[in-house]
């Protein structure tokens, strides 16, 4: 039977269910539950027609005007994106991370958390997204293809060998292509598709995050939250805290 956890906020009440398919990510958001480590927490970064962010831990109690956004529990948890079949549609409550630069296996937080709100898009939208992502999946192939092979293109270029460096980026193209493939289709799925067209939620950030449960209840809560005012670091200009229970089965 599923999970279901109750996140009381100054704005309302939030339900959601936390997926079986991520397994990591559900136990370890029912343990922070149950241990209390949230409650008290912000949501603490708030972007209208994007996402409310919460669970940072340094949150609980913090100042006005404190930046907030680096706290967690001492750990983080392996990914478990499956963009296919848990996406970003809105009402999604998906793992915060540090960027891909310092975290290229995408480990979530963990405890800050993030829910969905975003915009309905339209079909021919959703296109040009999709080639905007499956160039980006090839550079990225591309610059670990090149970071890879550092030290030859290195000495290519001490030598002013030209030729090599054209034959050896021409190779690391294709394999860059190859390697896309490899990984997947970066077109969206029917059911992604009927999501984003009529419901709304970022498919851009499908494949990069965790996506670990819905709000089942509440989502109108959600919309009052990403619509309030804000400051510096996207903070809220009123708190929004938080207190977490797991609702009996």
Known sequence: MATHIRIITTEGTITVRLYDETPLH????????????????????????????????????????????????????????????????????????????????????????????????????????????????????????????????????????????????????ALSKKRCQEMGSCEFTAAQREAYTTLGGTPFLDGQYTVFGEVTEGLDVVERIQACETLRGDRPKQDVSMTFELVEA
Do not use: C
């Not at 027609?49 to 956004?69: H, N, T």
């Not at 009402?91 to 829910?115: C, H, K, T, V, W």
């Open 26 to 173: 559900r136990d370890n958001f029912i343990k922070l539950v149950k241990e209390g480590t949230l409650n008290g927490t912000l949501f603490h970064r708030v972007i209208k027609d994007f996402m409310i962010q919460g669970g940072d831990p340094d949150s609980i109690g913090a100042p006005a005007g404190k930046m907030l956004g680096t706290g967690g529990p001492g750990y983080t948890i392996p990914a478990e994106i499956n963009a296919s079949q848990l996406y970003h549609k809105r009402g999604a409550l998906s793992a915060a991370r540090l960027g891909d630069d310092m975290n290229p296996q995408r480990e979530s937080s963990g405890s800050q958390f993030y829910i969905v709100w975003g915009k309905v898009y339209k079909e021919p939208e959703l296109k040009q997204l999709e080639k905007q992502l499956a160039m980006q999946q090839q550079q990225a192939a591309f610059n670990a293809l090149t970071v890879e092979h550092s030290e030859t293109i290195m000495n290519l270029r001490r030598n002013r060998d030209r030729e090599g460096l054209q034959a050896l980026q021409d190779e690391l193209i």
